[in-house]
């Protein structure tokens, strides 16, 4: 596969989760924000665990653990960005989620000179909310950022995960939990489905997280980290398009411009926090996030394990031994947020 169609295919995967995020935004008024996550976490759950029937034998209580722990960041995360989606712009709520990676990217970095994107990317975030306006929906404002802690710690646990399974079975463990987690709401979600409703739902699913898990499989271990973590960068920017497109939302110039600041930062942070190299594959379901040595959990995801370290300087914790059957160094998970 040539460099070009990877790189297709990469933008393939952010207009997929993009697409199923504002999908998210457009049926959550109807089916409840915690209903549309619930039942996209069900169906995907559902079509892995047919699909890579994931083994249980032999787990010990670590991973179990490792896989419940991960499973509740999921859900914490994609509703709070989809929750930020319904309440502010696209475009602005996936901005200011990608900052909480940003800033695990920076804390992690082996270089002080990463300790300076913080500043133009607060810039970006004054110029993105306009707090002296009051125009931007604080509670929106707020879930965003909450969602962006969140999924730094998401990724954290995906490199947990990530190396104690082999393939796709870390995600096929780990989103059914997360299916289990949300499960109270989902009798009240599928009273709410009409005919028109469930397939939208059901396309939401296939486009967040099981297309953008299919394409980082075939491309993420054969795309440089810096190039990588440049075009995951960008995805805030595809989502202002998909706003736009799907939600007919627009931004002025002052909030663009705002985005694209905290874009470079992002971007900047993540280059600045790992040398170049191949990236592997990561842990839940697509290019919706700063890979992570980078490979991607997403918001996407979700991660990206490599040789011990990921690009966001995670460690595998002394002792912990991965699953039977894992190939450590060689991690093959995907994340997302929307994603998540």
């Known amino acids: ?49 047919v699909l890579v029937r994931p083994r249980v034998r032999g787990l010990t209580r670590n991973d179990w653990l490792a896989v419940l722990a991960l499973g509740a960041a999921s859900v914490v995360t994609t509703t709070a960005y989809l929750w930020s989606a319904t309440r502010i712009p696209l475009g602005t709520a996936t901005a200011l989620e990608f900052l909480g990676p940003m800033m695990l990217a920076v804390l992690r970095a082996p270089s002080r000179s990463a ?26 404002v707020g879930l965003a950022l909450f969602a962006g802690v969140a999924w730094a710690l998401y990724f954290l646990l995906t490199s947990t995960v990530a190396r ?25 979600a599928v009273a709410r489905l009409t005919p028109h409703t469930l397939w939208l739902t059901v396309l939401m699913a296939i486009l967040v997280p099981l297309i953008p898990y299919s ?28 706003g736009y497109l799907v939600l007919g ?32 594959v990561g842990a839940d379901g697509g290019v919706v996030g700063l890979p992570v040595t980078p490979g991607d959990l997403h918001r996407g995801g979700d991660t990206h394990a490599g ?30 947020p929307g994603q998540a």
């Open 115 to 140: 300790m300076f994107w913080p500043l133009p990317a607060a810039a970006g975030v004054l110029a993105l909310t306009r707090p002296w306006d009051g125009e931007l929906d604080p509670l929106g």
């Open 249 to 280: 939302q627009r931004l002025g110039m002052v909030e663009l411009l705002g985005i694209l600041v905290i874009c470079v930062a992002c971007a900047g942070a993540l280059g600045t926090s790992r040398a170049a190299g191949t990236a592997p």
């Open 1 to 49: 596969m040539g460099m070009s169609r990877s790189v297709a295919l990469v933008g393939l995967s952010i207009l997929s989760v993009q697409f199923g995020v504002a999908l998210g935004a457009r049926l959550a008024p109807e089916l409840g924000t915690v209903g549309t996550v619930a039942l996209r976490m069900g169906i995907a759950a559902l079509v892995l665990l």
């Open 215 to 242: 394409l980082d499989i075939l491309v993420l271990r054969r795309i440089p980290v810096a190039l990588m973590g440049t075009l995951i960068s960008m995805e805030p920017v595809v989502a202002v398009f998909i």
């Open 307 to 336: 040789a011990g370290v990921d690009a966001l300087g995670v460690d595998r914790v002394a002792g912990d031994e991965p699953h039977p059957g894992s190939r450590v160094g060689q991690v093959d998970a995907v994340v997302v």
């Open 164 to 188: 104690r399974f082999d393939g796709l079975q870390g995600i096929a463990l780990y989103m059914p939990v997360a299916a289990l987690l949300v499960a109270p709401v989902l009798p009240d």
